[in-house]
């Protein structure tokens, strides 16, 4: 019979069915390996509180504090008129702050009787303000007896008090004392780490990392065990990464190299201008990379502007003349639509193969999206079987299993995070060997996170703006505190109308949201919680009040996602050529519309973006020769993290500060939840910026080690830990990649 190992034995046989169920459902929490990867958030120390001063609104927390006073009223109620209802009130403190918490009806008993003044305790439940007074209703409790023999003592052994991730269906101290229960099965956890490693770090084998983050006597075994425990998470994940780029590098596929005095050169011969310095850097990577014969996997990052679209054009000029076609994928069909009118635009004559008056070298350029007709639809079609068509632009319509390619060489992938691991895949499956894969981003990543997110790839920079950009001033306009400047920021945009420029005003919502319509109710309460919690501006509200009054006068369109593919493409060929003087739009601007014209953009409720979005949307200006501006306008009070957000963003153009700045304001599981893979939310010690050395040296590491010995034949340890990071899903973005 197969003994199950410690780790893998589920929780319901060891704490019983009704803590785990709570377990599995409310923290993800399956096996006794599950548990004790749960780490403490955070520790108490039995002579220091907690600042009750701090406390998160409406989070649950957990606090260690000491009663103060505890007062028992009665009072009539309809439930009982006599004036038996009973309401028990104890006020807690910690020498930062005071708390009330309030005990109702039958609740009051046993707290009135245990929560007499001088009693320590922690107490757990969500912080509301009340008659604007802090306080928390019906929090669980446990008191701390320093003296009593009993368990209590057991339990919160040690002068460190850990608290856990709790959720309000399983508080802190419940978790630690389920912990307590499996902590002796930590003596059987397999090390990933190979000895060798670990011993020349000076770091702690596993049981005892595991056994000093959920017991410890002195800050020193926290920090010792954490040094630990994060070497395991950042040194698995590059190992998977590593053998991904191993795996990759084993595979065939056709070198593409340029022709001499081809297709390439004869584009370069038509730019009206030279490639910046980053430009011929970064393309050299790219040409180096095509002329193996293993396939690219290369990111191109980019600040929005830096020219990566000229970059990724070269590098498909480069393939069609080398016997091959390109496809290049767009998130959204007005972005497809853009990308097919530039590069046409850009290539002049050599987009006009096969045609009257095409250059020479020349090859077709086709679109390919999911709204064109069916008669263009199967000519695009037939030019790529064909190989009549060199370049082809689409959106995940190239994917269907129709589209057929005759020798697909390389694939372009636009603004990486909106496009699925499976649709990149089954692009790649369409070459006869796989084809090179050029990935780009406008949205800068600092480098761990590169080396953690995407880590399969390898990483090219422009940093650099091209010439003939102008610079983009951005400001904050406080709407509530300065009405004033609001009205201003319109009178700016009328300014730039009136020297002949366009404008941009983007808002969170569309404003025809289907559920306010169907249900009045409901739009009627939000029109009551308006003050309290107005929902986000929308689009046809904004567009509507803008024309009719500070705007009125001027051409005001709008634009946004649900509106059909034709009419958005007609809207933005208008705004193109200046027949529109203001859109106002949803986020559907963001990435990639080019018009040089534009140089005003107000950001409606821009507390709502992110500080990557608001960076992106604001690279939609300053395209030409005239400076830009750009206006984020907010309620959010001065002292607000929202508002310090966005003064950041208005402080720096740099878009590698930014997404820094975004990082460590945010958590760190967002940040790597960005794009689709579960590799991302396993961090669990890992702060992806903090550690930015561990990171590389893992990294460093991990590729000798799966050089040496890429099936890992001596770690049965690390294979394990390799297997529960890489479950299925897992596995599959990994594969991918």
């Not at 001499?260 to 310095?277: C, I, K, M, S, V």
């Not at 206006?631 to 310090?644: C, D, F, N």
């Amino acid at each position: 019979m197969d003994l199950v190992p410690a780790l893998e034995e589920p929780l319901k046989k060891v704490l019983g069915p009704a803590t785990a169920k709570v377990m599995a459902e409310h923290l993800g929490l399956h096996t006794v390996g599950d548990l004790l990867h749960h780490y403490p958030r955070r520790y108490e120390e039995r002579g220091q509180l907690t600042h009750l001063a701090d406390l998160p609104m409406d989070e649950h927390v957990t606090v260690v504090a000491m009663v103060a006073d505890a007062r028992l009223h009665t009072f009539a109620s309809a439930k009982a008129p006599r004036g038996k209802g009973q309401r028990l009130e104890v006020t807690i403190t910690d020498g930062s702050g005071r708390l009330q918490l309030v005990f109702f009806g039958a609740g009051v008993h046993k707290p009135h009787k245990e929560l007499l003044p001088g009693t320590r305790a922690m107490f757990a439940g969500k912080a509301s303000v009340f008659n604007r007074r802090l306080q928390l209703a019906h929090p669980a409790y446990e008191l701390l007896r320093g003296d009593d023999p009993s368990e209590s003592v057991e339990t919160w052994a040690g002068a460190l008090i850990p608290l856990y991730p709790a959720t309000a269906k399983l508080e802190s101290w419940k978790i630690g004392k389920a912990v307590q229960t499996v902590l002796p099965s930590a003596q059987e956890a397999l090390d990933p780490l190979p000895p060798t490693l670990r011993e020349g770090r000076g770091l702690l084998p596993l049981p005892e990392a595991l056994l000093r983050i959920h017991r410890p006597h002195t800050k020193a075994d926290i920090a010792a065990a954490r040094d630990r425990l994060k070497w395991d998470e950042a040194f698995v994940l590059q190992v998977a990464l590593a053998r991904r780029r191993h795996a990759d590098a084993q595979l065939p596929a056709v070198a593409r190299r340029p022709s001499p005095d081809g297709l390439l050169t004869a584009f370069d011969d038509r730019l009206p201008f030279t490639l910046t310095d980053g430009q011929q850097k970064v393309s050299k990577e790219i040409f180096d990379d095509l002329a193996t014969e293993h396939p690219m996997h290369r990111l191109l990052q980019g600040e929005v502007g830096s020219g990566k679209t000229l970059v990724a054009l070269r590098a498909m000029l480069a393939t069609v003349d080398a016997g091959g076609q390109a496809a290049m994928l767009a998130p959204t069909e007005v972005l497809a639509q853009q990308h097919h009118r530039s590069i046409t635009e850009m290539m002049g004559e050599l987009a006009e193969g096969g045609m009257l008056g095409g250059a020479d070298h020349a090859t077709k350029v086709v679109l390919l999206t999911g709204s064109m007709g069916t008669a263009a639809r199967r000519q695009a079609m037939l030019d790529l079987v064909t190989g009549d068509a060199g370049i082809v632009i689409g959106t995940h319509a190239l994917i269907e299993d129709k589209v057929q390619f005759h020798d697909l060489g390389l694939v372009v992938v636009d603004e990486q995070h909106r496009f699925g691991v499976e649709q990149r895949d089954a692009l790649r499956g369409k070459g006869k060997q796989p084809p090179h894969l050029l990935v780009m981003t406008a949205t800068p990543i600092p480098r761990t996170v590169a080396m953690t997110v995407f880590g399969d790839l390898e990483t090219s920079v422009l940093d650099q703006l091209p010439a003939g950009r102008s610079p983009i001033a951005t400001h904050v306009v406080p709407a509530a505190d300065k009405p004033h400047f609001l009205a201003r920021a319109w009178e700016r945009v009328r300014e730039e109308v009136g020297n002949g420029h366009q404008a941009y005003v983007v808002c969170p919502r569309i404003g025809d949201d289907i559920d306010e319509a169907a249900d009045p109710k409901k739009a009627k309460k939000s029109a009551e919680d308006e003050a309290e919690k107005r929902p986000p501006l929308a689009v046809l509200d904004v567009a509507d009040h803008l024309a009719k009054g500070p705007l009125s006068g001027l051409r005001v369109e709008v634009l946004h996602g649900r509106m059909h593919p034709d009419d958005k493409d007609a809207v933005m060929r208008r705004f193109a050529a200046g027949d529109t003087d203001v859109l106002v739009a949803t986020t559907v601007i963001e990435v990639g519309v080019n018009v040089p014209n534009a140089t005003a953009m107000v950001i409606m409720d821009a507390d709502r973006f992110g500080v990557s979005q608001l960076h992106q949307l604001r690279g939609r200006v300053g395209r030409g020769a005239a400076p830009g501006l750009c206006l984020l306008v907010t309620e959010m009070p001065e002292a607000s993290a929202a508002r310090q957000r966005l003064t950041s963003v208005a402080s720096t153009l740099d878009g590698f500060e930014l997404s820094r700045i975004d990082l460590e304001q945010r958590r760190e599981g967002d940040v790597l939840g960005q794009a689709q893979s579960g590799a991302r939310s396993s961090l669990r010690v890992l702060a992806v910026i903090e550690d930015e050395e561990i990171i590389a040296e893992a990294r460093e590491e991990a590729t000798a080690l799966v050089a040496k010995d890429p099936e890992l034949t001596d770690l049965p340890g690390l294979r394990t830990a390799l297997d529960a990071l890489l479950d299925e899903e897992r596995e599959q973005y990994l594969e991918k990649g």
